[in-house]
């Protein structure tokens, strides 16, 4: 596709349950970033990849959230354990040479 | 640290009125600024950056930027808006760290277009 797509678009889970976010960046960019966009508030940075290898992961709130890109396209954001708070719009985002991220629709996750 | 602030979480506005939203940034290195629009339901669309030259940055949609180094701020104008331009603005700092750029957000203005 021309764009970064995200999966699935809405999630609804339970707490304590474990939840997998899935996004295809697009073509050819090799950095990709997650964010997290409570309601009413800014996208906030999670993590950063470069390739393969997370080059930043200093947003990710605490050790229940793990982001993976094996090959360096796709990439999951996984979620143990989740709770009430976890719940917020998840953004990926991806990046070529220049400095224009360019931002996928978002995955809704409610935690019940 | 860098933030961003975003002076105003609402602005109602009527249809072919001017608008001016506001954004202040901390920052003690140089950075590039971005201003971001999102419609209901949709991700983020980019309506206009700034990375150097010009102060005076033209985007899409009929927006412009101008950016303040002495004031670091960066507002957001449009001389007379749509009812299509109601949306989410976010404006954005993005930080040079490590050899890679991680965008800052504020808050967000929520900008209403009244007939």
């Known amino acids: 596709g021309a764009g970064v797509s995200q999966t699935p678009s809405n999630k609804v889970t339970e707490k304590g349950k474990y939840v997998e976010l899935r996004c295809d960046p697009i073509s050819g960019h090799t950095a990709l970033y997650w964010y997290r966009q409570s309601l009413g508030q800014g996208p906030e940075f999670l993590i950063y990849?470069?390739?393969?290898?997370?080059?930043?992961d200093s947003g990710l709130p605490n050790d229940r959230f793990f982001a993976v890109r094996p090959e360096g396209s796709v990439s999951t954001l996984k979620i143990q354990r989740t709770e009430r708070g976890d719940s917020a719009v998840y953004l990926c985002a991806s990046r070529t040479s220049s400095d224009e991220q360019f931002f996928g629709p978002g995955t809704r996750l409610t935690v019940l | 640290a860098q933030s961003v602030t975003q002076l105003d979480s609402q602005v109602p506005v009527f249809e072919e009125a001017p608008v001016e939203l506001r954004c202040n940034y901390s920052s003690s290195v140089s950075v590039y600024l971005f201003w971001y629009v999102q419609y209901p339901n949709q991700g983020l669309q980019l309506l206009l950056k700034y990375l150097s030259g010009s102060t005076l940055v033209k985007g899409i949609n009929g927006f412009e930027a101008e950016f303040n180094k002495s004031q670091t701020s960066f507002h957001l104008r449009k001389p007379s808006v749509h009812i299509s331009d109601t949306a989410e603005y976010f404006c954005a700092v993005s930080v040079l760290s490590g050899g890679y750029n991680k965008l800052i957000f504020g808050a967000g203005t929520r900008l209403a277009v009244h007939p």
């Open positions: 990849f470069q390739g393969t290898g997370a080059a930043d």
